[in-house]
């Protein structure tokens, strides 16, 4: 296994990304200075003729492939044909490229969401590919299954050292907060925010209140990105996570904390709960030696920070 140095070739695809963008802060601050980024504009990554272009000319040594086509439950759900186009090209063409210039690892990221929908819990590495997806984000899981499967299989035909995690729900700062594409944390900070400005008797959650969803925060998910490009080179995929979880009706509690509104709760069930449960168990990754370090209350504290900080551009940028 190739060691990354300080000085090594490192493209961090999705770099103005929630994850590449927290993958990019945790390299920085351990020293790494020789970093490649490419902003959508400057490289399209579901164009193979651009992807194999960009790889013979640059030839980095070490790939994280954050960049993808993400959303919440709605978008996943109504923008299927994206979300499975994009992101079984971009793996694709990321994987083929890294591997034919000769890289010398590559990282990918899965998602839980690509666990069998009725998974027993907490959700075992074992556990891919066992049963039925969840329906609201079959598209997104089928083409993240598949870049999966290009790293296990570009291991074993080619030697290529092509790694996978599997990361939990995601939150932090620098996350999308648009309400009807996002996730469900920067949604309801921005309800209750909104809330609270207009002095409105109560807020909307979507759904019933009873999924629970494990949280983990990107500079984690980061922190151990890092920490597996250097020490795991192994076929399975990895799980990370937190290890517990909490109800939406208990997140949006935490978040109106956070936020200091104190208004009603309107649940509209008329909008999908997803999958009921998904939450990871991290064995593998604590064997390691690895484990997060951010609680959900500061986590939440430190994205609304920065929700506060960025709301101009945000509102400007819709
Ligand atoms: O983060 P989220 O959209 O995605 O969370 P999933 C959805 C859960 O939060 C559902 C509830 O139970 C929703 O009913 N929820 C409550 C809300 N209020 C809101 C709201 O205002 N906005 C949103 N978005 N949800 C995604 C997958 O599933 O998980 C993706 O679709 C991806 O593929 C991601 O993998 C990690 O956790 O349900």
Redesign the pocket.
């Known amino acids: 296994m190739a060691e990354m140095t300080l000085g090594s070739r490192i493209f961090v695809a999705g770099h103005n990304g929630l994850v590449g963008g927290a993958i990019t802060r945790n390299l920085r601050a351990a020293g790494y200075d020789n970093l490649i980024e490419r902003s959508r504009a400057e490289l399209d990554l579901t164009r193979q003729v651009e992807v194999e272009a960009f790889f013979e000319s640059e030839r980095p040594e070490f790939v994280f492939l954050a960049a993808a086509k993400?959303?919440?439950?709605?978008?996943?759900?109504t923008r299927r044909a994206e979300?499975i186009y994009q992101n079984m090209m971009i793996a694709a063409n990321v994987v083929e490229a890294a591997w034919r210039s000769g890289a010398n690892k590559l990282l990918f990221l899965g998602?839980?969401?690509?666990y069998p929908r009725m998974a027993s819990q907490p959700i075992f590495e074992s556990a891919l590919l066992t049963g039925e997806l969840?329906p609201?984000?079959e598209p997104?899981?089928i083409a993240?299954i598949a870049g999966l499967k290009l790293c296990e299989n570009y291991r074993r035909q080619y030697g290529f050292d092509a790694i996978s995690l599997m990361?939990?729900?995601?939150y932090g700062p620098g996350d999308n907060f648009d309400?009807e594409s996002?996730?469900?944390?920067p949604?309801?900070m921005r309800?209750a925010h909104n809330a609270k400005l207009s002095n409105a008797p109560a807020m909307?959650?979507?759904?019933?209140?009873?999924?629970r969803?494990e949280f983990l925060h990107v500079d984690d998910l980061a922190d151990a990105s890092v920490f597996l490009m250097q020490k795991y080179s192994e076929d399975a995929t990895i799980n990370v996570g937190v290890g517990h979880d909490v109800t939406?009706r208990e997140?949006?509690e935490l978040v109106r904390e956070v936020v200091g509104y104190e208004g009603a709760l309107e649940f509209?069930t008329s909008?999908?709960?997803?999958?009921p449960r998904?939450m990871l168990d991290i064995g593998r990754l604590q064997a390691l030696g690895w484990k997060p370090k951010i609680a959900l209350r500061d986590g939440l504290a430190d994205t609304y920070r920065w929700f506060l900080d960025n709301q101009d551009s945000l509102r400007a940028a819709e």
């Open positions: 993400v959303g919440g439950i709605h978008a996943n759900d979300f998602s839980s969401c690509i969840e609201t984000n997104y899981a993240k990361p939990t729900n995601l309400l996002s996730h469900v944390i949604a309801l309800k909307g959650v979507w759904g019933t209140g009873a999924p969803r939406i997140l949006v509209d909008k999908p709960d997803g999958t998904k």
